[in-house]
């Protein structure tokens, strides 16, 4: 059968420059000899992790500038000084708990550790250290520049066995790869990425979805299209786990998976359950560490905290028969489109983040849910409207810009209520203010 997807429709986007179009080119010519070394087919979720991540070509390994006014998209960090600074009082308040140490995933420009390390300076915070979980060296030299005048930043290649402190995650979840699925009349099979020309005609129930957005901008090396085949049994477990309900699905329903994300999860959660467990023994911890160099950088400790915020629902929302064509999103100079195959490298690729399964991965690695809310009331109750009256309402020059940031922060119209934040960990207890708005009843 053929699945019920509309036809695309041609994108008007701005057109980027000869070197950007050539390392685009450049990335599409990888991605193919990835497809043809597999057989013509690859999952999406590889499709995303090269498109994302590959070595100097991926979007968030090559050069180009992605986030501000000259990016792609704005997140919450560039958009005002008090996010981070509310993150660094709230993170202040959790150091009685966990030891004064703060590790940070997704720190793109750097903004939201300047913010952060910028209000523990001016309130008298002490923190240890600030470490940045960094695989990106283009974005590591710009955070680099931007923090160096705070000497408790100290950059980590991967993730170490054993921490203790305040984890910070802005929109990390969103950009990790995930796998589509599409229920069809054979059962739900897997929806990955094959080249147009060279496709295997004779698997079932191919999609005619082709890559045309890339005829706005340029000629390409490869054209892409969307190629099913059956699900294999780890990922009929991982669906049949995620989403308990996807037997009463409509046929042609197509859905993210988050097997990465997941995993992601579970890592952190061994990550600081194995640091509250080398609470008492600092030199399990240092033999534990990844290497020589990040033991001696990471110290034992006992309680932690992970802080995740991103956009996205917990499950009963999120597999709604409305989202029947998934939540991919693409963003390309501040235009957000539906077609992933367009100018691969040049643009982010995301998913809306499935909560449930994060807060399910958390607990299943030994971690506590602690809250999860809204975007809107963990900031109010982090008492970011507080920090806006340190500026001066009648200067309007420094104040307006602050306000007006602050109203898309907390808004409902705009991330208030779209963004979601949830906040696991062990050994700590969250102050009762802070959980006024707690919906991890609603997971």
Request: hydrophobic share 45%.
């Amino acid at each position: 059968m053929r699945l019920p997807h509309s036809p695309r429709p041609p994108l008007s986007l701005p057109v980027p420059g000869d070197d950007a179009l050539a390392a685009s080119r450049a990335l599409q010519q990888l991605i193919s000899e990835d497809i043809r070394a597999q057989a013509g087919w690859i999952s999406f979720a590889r499709y995303m992790e090269l498109a994302l991540y590959a070595p100097d070509l991926g979007y968030y390994s090559g050069g180009a500038a992605k986030l501000g006014k000259d990016g792609d998209f704005t997140t919450a960090p560039e958009m005002s000084p008090l996010f981070g600074a509310t993150l660094a009082q709230l993170a202040g308040a959790l150091f009685a708990q966990t030891s004064a140490n703060v590790m940070e995933f997704g720190a793109g420009t750097g903004r939201l550790a300047f913010d952060f390390l910028s209000e523990c300076q001016v309130s008298g915070i002490a923190i240890e250290r600030y470490f940045i979980v960094e695989l990106s060296g283009e974005l590591r030299a710009r955070q680099e520049d931007l923090l160096k005048n705070f000497p408790q930043v100290q950059w980590l290649q991967q993730m170490p066995v054993s921490f203790s402190g305040v984890v910070l995650g802005n929109e990390v979840l969103d950009a990790m790869p995930v796998q589509l699925v599409c229920k069809t009349e054979q059962g739900w099979r897997e929806v990955g990425v094959s080249l147009a020309d060279e496709r295997n005609t004779s698997a079932p129930d191919t999609l005619a979805l082709h890559a045309s957005a890339t005829e706005a901008a340029a000629s390409t090396v490869a054209s892409f299209v969307w190629s099913e085949r059956d699900c294999d049994a780890a990922l009929m477990a991982q669906l049949q786990a995620q989403i308990p309900d996807h037997a009463e699905l409509p046929l042609g329903y197509l859905t993210e998976l988050h097997a990465v994300s997941s995993g992601f999860m579970r890592s952190l959660a061994a990550m600081l359950t194995a640091g509250e467990k080398n609470s008492q023994d600092s030199q399990g911890s240092l033999a534990n560490a990844v290497n020589a160099a990040e033991a001696e950088a990471v110290p034992p400790g006992s309680a932690a905290v992970a802080i995740l915020l991103d956009y996205g629902f917990p499950a009963h929302e999120y597999y709604l028969e409305q989202r029947a064509q998934g939540t991919l999103m693409c963003h390309y100079r501040h235009h957000s489109h539906p077609d992933p195959f367009y100018l691969p490298g040049l643009q982010d690729i995301t998913a809306h983040v499935d909560f449930t399964a994060m807060a399910l991965a958390a607990q299943a690695g030994g971690l506590e849910v602690l809250a999860y809310l809204s975007q809107a009331g963990f900031l109010l109750e982090a008492g970011i409207a507080q920090l806006l009256m340190r500026t001066p309402a009648d200067d309007p020059m420094q104040y307006l810009p602050q306000a007006n940031a602050l109203q898309k922060l907390i808004s409902p119209a705009e991330m208030g209520e779209l963004f979601k934040v949830l906040i696991v960990g062990c050994g700590v207890e969250l102050d009762s203010q802070l959980l006024r708005h707690d919906r991890s009843h609603r997971l």
